[in-house]
């Protein structure tokens, strides 16, 4: 039994996954009513619930407390165009998802839910929610005051010892590393869901997913192909596609299988030393765009929010659209750095939408079944945003 759990855990988690999908897909033909299996499901569900708040929680704190003022004038191009190039991105999920609706099955039933008026409802919940007391929104999941508070607390923070900071840090490498552990149990918590699925409303629902892959993957091409480029045509005058496609090349394919920015970040600085940028520059945008640079996030979090509201009927304003596309700029900008991390934020952005907790956990289910192809995109477009961007400015920079 422990080589086939050695050779089990040896696997990429990727064929993990695949292997629980196809396992869940096969067990709700051949044992259906075996409700067990389903258990599975609800468990990852109920352990995903619980973790992601506290990750955002102490994330953010960690982020805010910790930042070191003082940067380089020579990165603040790269870091507005970063900047640009999220929020592009959101705008750019927002409107697709607007155009090609998607509505999802949900296990739990969603009749009772219902939705806000408008933008005004939207906003009178979005000011309570920021001044709730911490441990109830912790426990509640209200994301909006997690992160009012943790912004909060941060900022308070900036001014503690170096002991505090350690501490603070060291925090967030324990939460980091119990959402790893949790992780490594999708395979199983995704043959429990797809199981579920599969045995309450056949094969038919797995082509929802179908289409909810073709709009995020066509996003982020989108964002790839066209986004980007303009940006860089504005910023160098000059063509953009040489660039870009040495750029997807190069360093889009190698994060596609490593599904890991940090993984890429040597191939990058070995793409930024072949294009013959400043190396003090590249030395630090590379890295600081691994952690901040989350173009692909941004999709990811924004089309599942909105697939969200759209399976609960819910009505989504201009304005609270605007509002979306800040917030998943923000919210992806602090995606955790292990796979499939993004995910776990996407409950922050639905919260704004007036999606419950315990629905958006279930789209978070979703989005890791999804997540062999969803994860892959969007790291190749994250990973590879980072080099256009650094050579961008220094383009700009000798024009």
């Known amino acids: 039994m422990s080589s086939i759990w050695q050779a089990w855990t040896n696997m990429s988690l990727v064929v993990r996954i695949i292997v629980g999908i196809i396992a869940g897909i096969a067990l709700a033909f051949i ?10 499901g609800t468990l990852f569900i109920g352990a995903l619930k619980a973790v992601a708040p506290v990750l955002v929680f102490i994330l953010v704190i960690h982020a ?22 999220t929020l592009s991105a959101g705008l750019v999920a927002v409107v697709a998802s607007f155009l090609f609706p998607t509505k999802l099955t949900l296990p739990t039933s969603t009749e009772e839910i219902s939705a806000p008026s408008g933008i005004g409802e939207v906003l009178e919940t979005l000011f309570v929610s920021l001044v709730a007391n911490p441990i109830t929104a912790i426990a509640d999941a209200n994301y909006i005051g997690i992160l009012a508070w943790a912004l909060l607390l941060g ?9 505090t900071k350690t501490v603070i840090t060291n925090l967030s490498e324990a939460i980091s590393k119990v959402v790893q552990w949790v992780i490594q149990l999708a395979p199983l918590g ?4 797809v199981f579920n699925v599969v045995a309450e409303t056949g094969l038919s629902t797995l082509s929802e997913y179908g289409r909810l892959i073709v709009v995020l993957v066509s996003c982020m091409l989108i964002v790839a192909l066209v986004v980007n480029p303009l940006i860089v045509f504005v910023a160098t005058r000059r063509n953009p596609y040489p660039l870009v496609f040495m750029t997807l090349r190069e360093s889009a394919i190698t994060a596609f299988f490593t599904r890991s920015s940090a993984a890429n970040i040597p191939v990058n600085m070995k793409l930024c030393e072949k294009l013959e940028l400043d190396e003090d520059t590249y030395s630090v945008s590379i890295p600081l765009g ?47 750095g292990v796979p499939g991390g993004s995910l776990l934020l996407i409950p922050l952005a639905a919260s704004l939408l007036g999606v419950p907790a315990d629905v958006a956990v279930q789209i978070v289910g979703i989005g890791f079944i999804i997540g062999v192809v969803q994860d892959s995109c969007e790291t190749a477009l994250n990973s590879s945003s980072d080099v256009v961007f650094t050579a961008a400015a220094q383009y700009a920079k000798e024009r």
């Open 31 to 40: 044992v259906p009513n075996v409700t067990a299996i389903g258990l599975l």
């Open 64 to 85: 805010i407390s910790t930042h070191k003022a003082g940067a380089k004038t020579n990165m603040r191009t790269i870091i507005i165009l970063y900047a640009i190039g």
């Open 155 to 163: 900022f308070a923070l900036k001014a503690a010892s170096d002991t």
């Open 190 to 193: 995704i043959l429990g869901l």
């Open 290 to 336: 691994a952690t901040i640079n989350m173009a692909g996030a941004a999709v990811t979090i924004a089309v599942l929010s909105l697939a969200a509201a759209h399976t609960l009927g819910i009505e989504v304003d201009l304005w609270t659209a605007l509002i979306l596309i800040v917030l998943t700029a923000v919210s992806a900008s602090g995606a955790s």
